[in-house]
């Protein structure tokens, strides 16, 4: 039975599409079979691993609206063992076509229910809001991984995710659970990085990983080339962060 792992934070830019794309590969390169499903419309996750994401015949889209079957948008071996439901803009406008309809916050989930005994691991990368797309990928998921930012306004943000995390639990999906934070951009020059992963470590009785991804230049280019950062430059500080986060998620099970 694989695990799914939403990865969400209503902020936008904390580094939660560069996380679903890098982490995925990296679980990739140590043999496991991973599902991505990209739940923003903006499609970063999709492009990010070099597929184009307005020429994509199936999208989460059509799946949501139950125009097609899950086995029909899923783009297989995008990399090796890592696969991907891609999204595009059209998904901006599910959330007005999925009022009035039933059960709508578990749309996603009985589709996934259909294929989740054939990956390892599938990850949800959620919109950077608290919309109806990310309520599914909660109902969907076993555990929500949040990235967040080194920086001082991050985290106002978590209480409130953290509260929509146990309403879910609570009403939708009791066994909902935290995978933790993981911490994004990281520089360790400024006291404010540290401060701010000693903040949340305090404060937020979560489990927080040990892995601290770095602000890193490589990092940012590697989208741009359609490629994860363990392909774009193997040898870069954060190809190798992504690695060691890969092993934490491992020894979460």
């Known amino acids: 039975m694989g695990r799914v792992i939403a990865i969400a934070n209503q902020k936008g830019g ?4 560069t996380t679903s794309i890098n982490l995925s590969a990296s679980l990739a390169e140590l043999g496991k079979k991973v599902l991505v499903i990209d739940i923003d ?7 990010g691993l070099g597929v184009d994401k307005n020429n994509v015949e199936n999208t989460v889209y059509d799946l949501i609206l139950g125009e097609c079957s899950i086995n029909e948008c899923i783009i297989k071996d995008v990399i090796e063992n890592v696969s991907v439901i891609p ?3 059209n998904l901006a406008a599910a959330e007005i076509e999925l009022i009035g309809v039933e059960k709508k916050e578990y749309i996603l989930k009985n589709e996934v229910d259909w294929v989740v005994d054939k990956y390892d691991y599938i990850f949800i990368d959620c919109p950077p809001s608290l919309s109806m797309l990310t309520v599914n990928a909660m109902t969907t998921a076993n555990t929500v991984l949040v990235p967040i930012q080194c920086e001082y306004y991050a985290l106002e943000g978590l209480s409130q995710l953290i509260h929509t995390v146990n309403l879910v639990k609570e009403r939708l999906n009791p066994k909902l659970s935290m995978e933790g934070v993981v911490f994004t951009m990281y ?17 937020f009785h979560q489990k927080v990983f040990d892995t601290l991804i770095p602000r890193n230049i490589r990092l940012a280019e590697a989208p741009s080339y359609g490629m994860p950062i363990c392909m774009y430059d ?3 500080s954060g190809a190798e962060s992504y690695r060691s986060l890969a092993k934490e998620i491992i020894n979460n099970n």
Do not use: F, I, W
């Open 14 to 17: 904390v580094g939660k599409t």
């Open 41 to 47: 419309p903006q499609g970063n996750t999709t492009s």
């Open 87 to 89: 999204s595009n803009v």
């Open 187 to 203: 520089d360790s020059r400024t006291n404010l990085s540290a401060q701010v992963v000693e903040n949340v470590k305090e404060n």
């Open 234 to 236: 193997p040898k870069s």
